[in-house]
């Protein structure tokens, strides 16, 4: 299962993605935590140095393309592929397993977890490039992604409505939007909602900083149904962000609902693989002709295997 955590800045959706990626891990479950977020503070958030971070997966583009690409036979060659380039028959799918090579090479352990990032901006990108030439690398190793039951993503995306640059917001089971209780964050709910819409995307939203029933009565009235639940001052996050980490039993009660409630909502997801699928080859079209078949000289829709569709039902076809 997928979630991402989306919000405005300063809304408390990085700090938000590590409590819910270290409940994961204290449950027992299998869990990828990834910072697709410009600010790369996930790591931090789950109590790991500087020094301590994986090698950044959008640094990497050239061996990631060419091991996903595999014999598949409608990509020749890495060059031709980008971010949407969809999996199909001899492409080699990426697993939450510690010995797969995407995890094993851009990926680190942390308290049960393991951590990804997409990487920060280097002088080199400063005034050439954008931040989405990383997080491509994501949507290219979501796609290829075989996810089992009782698995977990957790991403922490970029901030405000700037996903929808991309195909990558459709690549989860829920979004969460993480909100606090001002007209700002309402906002930005909102213009999530209105891009989203005509794509099959699971919206709920988490109260941030509620303090009390006017806070949480006004989500409530601004959202409506959307509203899943709501997290308020944390003693527990302040000490786990000095890096004094206690268990998760000693959270405070309110809040470890609500994590009990998000985690609810996500296993209630039955994802549709075949649904998942069209969504990446729609992307995949759409890119192909407003950009990328010019750029590269070739039509990139040949890459799309019209039997194939990525899921168990492969699996066990390989």
């Known amino acids: 299962m997928r979630i991402a955590f989306v919000g405005k800045g ?8 590590a409590l819910f990626t270290r ?6 479950r299998p869990v990828l935590a990834v910072d697709a977020d410009i600010n790369q503070h996930l790591g931090q958030a ?18 990631l393309k060419n091991h ?9 060659s890495a060059d031709v592929m980008i971010k949407t380039t969809p999996p199909g028959r001899g492409s080699r799918t990426a697993r939450l ?22 990487g920060e901006f280097d002088s080199e990108d400063i005034g050439v490039s ?10 290219l190793y979501l796609n290829h992604l075989h996810d089992g039951p009782g698995e977990y993503v957790v991403v922490d995306m970029t901030a405000g409505a700037d996903a929808f640059a991309s195909g990558l917001f459709t690549r989860f089971d829920l979004t969460v939007l993480v909100s606090e209780p001002t007209r700002r964050g309402v906002g930005v709910f909102r213009q999530y909602q209105a891009n989203a819409e005509g794509h099959p995307l699971e919206l709920r939203v988490v109260g941030n900083k509620v303090t009390d029933s006017t806070d949480e009565d006004y989500l ?6 959307a509203l899943l639940a709501t997290v308020g001052h944390s003693s527990w ?18 809040n470890r609902a609500a994590l009990d409630t998000i985690l609810a909502e996500l296993d209630a997801v039955d994802r549709d693989w075949a649904a998942y699928h069209r969504g990446t080859l729609e992307f995949h079209r759409r890119n192909a002709q407003a950009w990328a078949n010019q750029s590269l000289g070739t039509d990139l829709t040949t890459q799309i295997d019209p039997d194939y569709v990525p899921g168990p039902a492969a699996e066990l076809a390989v």
């Open 10 to 17: 300063g809304s408390g959706k990085t700090t938000l993605a």
């Open 23 to 28: 409940y994961l891990a204290e449950l027992g």
């Open 97 to 118: 397993d510690p010995s797969d090579e995407v995890l094993a090479r851009h990926s680190v352990a942390s308290g049960g977890a393991r951590l990804m990032v997409t």
């Open 130 to 139: 954008c931040y989405h030439s990383k997080t491509g690398a994501v949507e």
């Open 46 to 63: 789950l109590g790991l140095s500087e020094a301590q971070a994986p090698r950044a997966l959008g640094s990497d583009l050239p061996w």
């Open 68 to 76: 996903l690409r595999g014999d598949n036979p409608r990509v020749p």
């Open 220 to 225: 409530r009235g601004q959202v409506g149904s």
């Open 237 to 254: 996050v302040r000490a786990a962000e000095r890096g004094e980490v206690e268990p998760m039993s000693a959270l405070e009660p309110h």
